[in-house]
Each structure stands twice: as C-alpha cells, then as structure tokens.
C-alpha cells in the first residue's frame, strides 16, 4: 500500500514526515510528525472540511527552521477516528484532544497554530488550557467572544452563517453535502478562494478523506456540537502570545472581528493580507511561513 492511500494524501516530498496513531483522549488520531524529537514543537490544526493535508506546504520549511511539527487529522477527519454521537465533538473535548497529543510527545506545552476551525479550537485551548500554549497562531477565526457577539448584532454576519444553522439538520444536511462528488465543499473552496489556489489533484485528496466512513457526520458534528453543546471557556483573555493572520475577502467572516479578537489578547498583534480569502494558508504560503516563523522565533 503506498504513503498516498494510507495517509490519502502523499507525505510532503523529500521531509522527514512520518505517519502514526496516537491514542489522545478516549480517541485515535493520525497524525503526521516530521523533525528532530526533542526540538521545540508546533502543532497544526486544520479546518473544515480540510485534513492533515492543508499544511503539508509547511512541514519542511518549520522542520528545516528547527522545529518539531504534529499535523494531526482532527477527530472526525479523514483517518482519525469518529465518535459517534455530537457531545463527542464539543470543542472541550477537541481542546483536550490537543493537550494529549502534545502529550504523547513527552510535552506539557507547545506553539500551536491553527486555521478555520483549527483556529476556533487553537483559541479555545489558549483559553481552556493555557500552560498547554507557548505562542499562539490563528488564521481567519475570530476570538470566540468576538464571535458570538458580532452573530448576534450583525446582520451580515448572520446572513454569512447560513451554513452554520443549516449543518443542524442531521440528514438533510449530510445528504446535501455530500451529493454531486461533494460539490458543496469543492465549491466553497475553489469559488470561495482566489484562482487556481486548489487544483484537480487536491480536490481527489480531499474527496478520498471525505469519503472516508463516518467522515461527513463527524465533520457535521463540529458545528451541531457548537450549537447544542455550547462550552464558554473559563477565561476571555488569551495569555500566550498571539499572531492573527487574516484574509480580508474572506466570504464567511467579517473582517472587523479580527482587530476586536487582539483586544483578548494580553500579547496580541494582527497582520492582514488584503488580496486573501479565507483560505489564506493556501494563498500565500510563503509569508505566512515567513511570519509565523517569525512569531514563534520572537
């Protein structure tokens, strides 16, 4: 069986990267790992509807900067395992999830960036957790307090939403996502993103991962999770220090939330990238490297 099928997606060329399973919090991740074991250690997390895959771009260039680096599967993604049910997917426990990955390294703590939903759980640790959290990135998500109060006074933001309250509708929801050859979410990426940012082979790597048994309802999960289930985290003011990142033509999220999410942060800058959408990571990859790794080397 080759590296593609196992991990449905080639390991990032010519890298150290490994594939395994880490038993973290009740659940199997899979995860990819690349650099020397004891080096400083960064974790990503990816977003919806995305896999470990969204930061294969990036693996190399932090190993080669010095760093150890975890790309997990999240749970619910792709070969990572899939709880049945939606309580398993409250962002406590994705949060704790992180904790004990990091753990499985022999740590207590590490820089974590995130993205999308990624990011969401990326704040939510900071927060929940904060001696889990070295230094913090965060791409294209507001702080959750943020958050929740622009949906509930913004009309646009609301209206960007739309998907959010619609992934509530446990089988309809799944049914429509997933018809067409998962032409909902190959079109929120590639029409939602700047031109010839996601090409044919990507969409087959992510269509294989969201193929996979019981991905789609998990994935769903995340958001019926959020609405059902709730969980304010203890604290509103992220101590770690925090770099957000943004891509002002973002189709799902307002632009004015990121400025107001630094005002949670107690070191907090943000660093905005006018001509990206939401899928920022993809968009301009090489500046992003370039300043997180400046982040996290500060």
Excluded at 143 to 164: C, D, G, I
Excluded at 260 to 270: P, V
Aim: hydrophobic share 40%; net charge negative; glycine share 6%.
């Amino acid at each position: 069986m080759s590296h593609d099928t196992e991990a449905n997606a080639p390991l990032p060329e010519g890298s150290s990267a490994e594939r395994s399973v880490r038993e973290v919090n009740g659940v199997s991740l899979h995860v990819v790992a690349a650099g020397e074991p004891d080096a400083p250690l960064v974790v990503f997390l990816h977003g919806f509807p995305e896999f470990w895959y969204e930061w294969r771009e990036y693996v190399e260039p932090f190993v080669d900067a010095g760093y150890r680096v975890l790309v997990p599967d999240q749970r619910g993604y792709n070969r990572s395992e899939k709880p049945e049910g939606v309580r398993a997917y409250r962002v406590s426990e994705l949060s704790r999830d992180v904790v004990e990955l990091i753990g499985t390294e022999g740590r207590e703590r590490a820089h974590v960036v995130g993205h999308d939903w990624g990011a969401a759980v990326a704040w939510d640790l900071s927060l929940r957790h904060p001696d889990a959290v070295d230094r913090l990135g965060i791409v294209n998500v507001p702080h959750p307090t943020v958050f929740e109060a622009t949906l509930r006074s913004n009309l646009t933001q609301l209206r960007k939403s739309w998907y959010m309250f619609f992934f509530q509708l446990t089988g309809v929801a799944d049914w429509y996502v997933q018809r067409n050859e998962y032409a909902f979410m190959v079109s929120a990426m590639a029409d939602g993103s700047n031109p010839g940012t996601f090409d044919a082979a990507d969409f087959e790597r992510y269509r294989r991962a969201w193929a996979e048994p019981g991905a789609l309802p998990a994935m769903l999960n995340w958001y019926r999770a959020l609405f059902r289930h709730n969980e304010e985290p203890p604290r509103e003011t992220v101590t770690a220090p925090t770099l957000v990142l943004w891509g002002e033509h973002d189709q799902a999220l307002l632009p004015e939330m990121a400025p107001r999410s630094i005002d949670y942060c107690a070191d907090g800058r943000l660093e905005r990238f006018p001509e990206a959408t939401h899928w920022l990571p993809h968009e301009a990859t090489d500046r992003v490297i370039d300043s997180l790794l400046a982040h996290l080397d500060s």
